[in-house]
C-alpha cells in the first residue's frame, strides 16, 4: 500500500497550488481520506478530510473558503486545491487515508492508518 503526494513548489502568497494523492497497492474507494500538514517546528495539523463517496468534506477553520478537497475515484486520487495561499501554509503536506471503509470525514491524524511520504509547499512573501 503506497500514498504519494506531490505538486507542491514554491508560490508566492495570495498564489495557488494544486496538490494531488496517488494511492497504489489497493484501491481506497470505500476509504475517507484526508491531508495534513506539518510546518517546521511544529505539530503535525489537519487540514482537510473527505468521505468515500466526495460527497462529504470537513476543513480546520485556518483553510475554510481558501482550500478544496475532492477525489477521483476512478484514479484512485485525491487532490487539494489551495488557493489565496499565505505564509502560514507552509508546511510539508501529508496525504493519509483511513484503515476502515466509510465514515465522516474525520480530520483526526489518529483515525488514519495510510500515510504519504510528503511534498513540501513554500510560501513567500
Known amino acids: 500500500v503506497q500514498l504519494q503526494a506531490f505538486g507542491g513548489g514554491l508560490v508566492q502568497a495570495g498564489g495557488s497550488l494544486r496538490l494531488s494523492c496517488a494511492a497504489s497497492g489497493r484501491t481506497f474507494n470505500s476509504y475517507g481520506m484526508g491531508w495534513f500538514r506539518q510546518a517546521p517546528g511544529k505539530e503535525r495539523e489537519s487540514v482537510a478530510a473527505?468521505?468515500?463517496?466526495?460527497?462529504?468534506?470537513n476543513y480546520v477553520d485556518s483553510v475554510k473558503g481558501r482550500f478544496t478537497i475532492s477525489r477521483d475515484n476512478a484514479k484512485n486520487t485525491i487532490y487539494l486545491q489551495m488557493n489565496s495561499l499565505k505564509t502560514e501554509d507552509t508546511a510539508v503536506y501529508y496525504c493519509?487515508?483511513?484503515?476502515?471503509?466509510?465514515?465522516?470525514?474525520?480530520?483526526?491524524?489518529?483515525?488514519?492508518?495510510?500515510w504519504g511520504q510528503g511534498t513540501l509547499v513554500t510560501v513567500s512573501s
Open positions: 473527505i468521505t468515500w463517496s466526495g460527497g462529504s468534506t
Open positions: 493519509a487515508a483511513r484503515g476502515v471503509p466509510g465514515g465522516s470525514p474525520l480530520l483526526r491524524a489518529e483515525d488514519y492508518a495510510y
